[in-house]
Every structure is written in C-alpha cells, then in structure tokens.
C-alpha cells in the first residue's frame, strides 16, 4: 500500500496536479505587462499590510500612459466597456500589489473585494462589469483568485472614473 502512495504522489507531483502555477508567467501568458503604480491623490497609502492581508486602497482604470478609463456605464459606456474598465482596474491593482509583495507568488488568496460602478440612474449590471476584474483574478491565480465580493453602483467616482475596486489580500 505504501508503494502505491508513493507512486501516487509522484505521478501527481509530476504530472503537475500539485504544482502551483507561476503568477509571473501566467501574466506573460495573457499578454500583461504590469504598471508602474500610481501616486496617492491625497494623504493616504495605496497599500496596507497587517499581519499577513494586504488591504488595497481603491484603484481606478488606469492605463499605462497615465489616463483612465472615464464615463458613466449604462450612459457613456457599454456593460462591456465597463467589465474592460474593471480588467484595467485589476492590472493597477496587480500592479500595486506587485511593488508592495515583491513577488506575486506570495498570494495565498484574494480574499475580499469591493467593486463600485459608476452608473446612470437605473443601471443594475454592476456584478456584470465586476466580473472583468474577477474573472482576471480567477485567470491569474486560478482558484487562489476566487474572492467574496461587492458589486455597487455609485453617482459618482473620482475623476469621472468607470469603475474603483479596493482589494484584501492574504499573503504568505
């Protein structure tokens, strides 16, 4: 019975069943290329680590020159432009966990996330365009990814932004 474990355990191990993927080639292979983070708008920091979760402060869609993804969804931008706003807004995220972790290996789990749209009056898909962000998580960490999670809908974000997500992260 021993030597069937063994056998069972290896062929796992080497069959890559009990391996973990590589965040940092898994971004590669999407096509990503993490941000320099952004600056703080105010007096605040953009992470926070506390034992071992992280707590990210909202982020916006920023794009790598510098703009946003800015508009009202269900007004000036589509449900699809939204989830995209909301992809983006990973990537920052991604981006400010990176330079404060080093390695993004170290996530143990996404824990908890608080998705907020801004919308037109009468818009209710906001868990359509948070899905961007969350299926991108789930994609990049696979079921390390998987998180409880908010989707709102506000009046208004800063600077006419689409979409602001803040994150809790365990780490290792």
């Keep these: 019975m021993t030597k069937l474990f063994a056998l069972l355990l290896f062929a ?3 069959t890559g069943y009990a391996q973990t993927t590589n965040v940092e080639n898994k971004l590669k292979e999407l096509g990503i290329t993490l941000m320099e983070p952004t600056k703080p708008m105010a007096n605040y920091v953009k992470a926070v680590r506390t ?3 992280i707590y990210l402060a909202g982020h916006g869609p920023s794009k790598a020159d510098g703009t946003y993804i ?3 969804v269900g007004k000036d931008l589509t449900v699809e432009q939204g989830a995209e706003a909301a ?3 990973g990537i920052a995220l991604l981006s400010t966990l990176k330079a404060e972790i080093g390695d993004l290996n170290k996530v143990k789990r996404i824990v908890k996330v608080l998705g907020m ?8 898909e906001q868990p359509k365009v948070i899905n961007g962000f969350s299926d991108l998580m789930v994609q990049v960490f696979g079921e390390k990814g998987k998180h409880a999670r908010s989707a709102v809908g506000m009046y208004a974000l800063p600077q006419n932004i689409a979409v602001e997500i803040e994150m809790i992260v365990e780490v290792e």
């Design 12 to 14: 796992t191990v080497t």
């Design 51 to 53: 034992g071992n979760l």
């Design 70 to 72: 800015t508009g009202k």
């Design 87 to 89: 992809r983006q807004t």
């Design 117 to 124: 749209v801004n919308c037109s009056e009468g818009f209710t």
